[in-house]
Nanobody
């Protein structure tokens, strides 16, 4: 059984920083693409960033230059460093792991990020 457990969310002031972590247990192999998604109230879930097994990354335009995704394959962990946070970044952030062929797709339970003064 695969589990993804997010941590690191919380309340931060505009302009502040947070680092989210997602620890994967079970058989999450290094070939999986790992990603972060977010869902704000009343909105659809959207991709924030993802990182492929080889290290290539992709970011939503709204977070480019502010967020950085990284992975530590030895620890089966993916991170999202979030800087210069804005109120519009407020959402529940979800970790995702997907097989390159799309055959297996896993989600974490989500962690709340609130950006407010």
């Amino acid at each position: 059984q695969v589990q993804l457990v997010e941590s690191g969310g919380g309340l931060v002031q505009p302009g502040g920083s947070l680092r989210l972590s997602c620890a994967a247990s079970g058989r999450i192999l290094r070939i999986y693409t790992m990603g972060w998604y977010r869902q704000a109230p009343g909105k659809q879930r959207e991709l924030v960033a993802h990182i492929r097994s080889g290290g290539s990354t992709n970011y939503a335009d709204s977070v480019k230059g502010r967020f950085t995704i990284s992975r530590d394959n030895a620890k089966n962990t993916v991170y999202l460093q979030m800087n210069s946070l804005k109120p519009e970044d407020t959402a529940v952030y979800y970790c995702n792991a997907i097989h390159p062929f799309g055959t297996n797709d896993y989600w974490g339970q989500g962690t709340q990020v609130t950006v407010s003064s």
